[in-house]
């Protein structure tokens, strides 16, 4: 497999944001996005029963995990950005994303969906995409990964 080396700062710190097509490893560091954000949270579930004595309690649920990042409308658009607006304008074209805490390090990786945010045109601003990516129901099912294995 190979990876590469190159870096950009995401949230502040030396991150990796790897994209691809479905069922791909995500190789190709996406270069244009801006301002991502990963929530990884599980739902609560309320397992309250009479030995609590009136103490509610709880047990994880569900995994949630979303990626929100905006993507600048620039043109002639480079390949990361050209797969991103391929999978965010058809509906059967999810993409494989791999989004680490920095090169060779650990986070989450598998197949999106990407969603349609807002498209902003404000005056301080260049044209830019607000999109959401969410675990798709085909392809590869999303994981926590450690290093570049796993991908």
């Known amino acids: 497999m190979s990876t590469s080396t190159n870096t950009h700062t995401l949230m502040g710190f030396e991150g990796a944001f790897y994209v691809g097509p479905r069922g791909s490893s995500a190789t190709l ?14 739902s609560e579930v309320d397992v309250t029963t009479r030995k609590h004595k009136g103490t509610k309690a ?4 569900l ?14 658009r480079t390949a990361d950005a050209a797969l991103i607006f391929a999978s965010l304008m058809d509906r059967k074209q999810p993409i494989a994303i791999r989004m680490l805490d920095e090169p060779g390090g650990e986070g989450v990786f598998g ?3 990407l969603f349609g945010g ?7 601003n260049v044209q830019e995409w607000e999109i959401t990516a969410r675990p798709s129901s085909s392809g590869e099912p999303v994981k926590w990964v450690s290093g570049t294995g796993g991908a």
Not at 29 to 42: M, V
Not at 58 to 61: D, R
């Open 29 to 42: 560091l996406a270069e244009s996005i801006r301002n991502p954000k990963l929530t990884y949270t599980f």
């Open 58 to 61: 709880y047990q994880k649920g």
């Open 63 to 76: 995994l949630d995990v979303t990626i929100t990042f905006t993507l600048p409308n620039i043109k002639p």
């Open 111 to 113: 197949d999106f969906e």
């Open 118 to 124: 807002d498209n902003s045109q404000e005056d301080e």
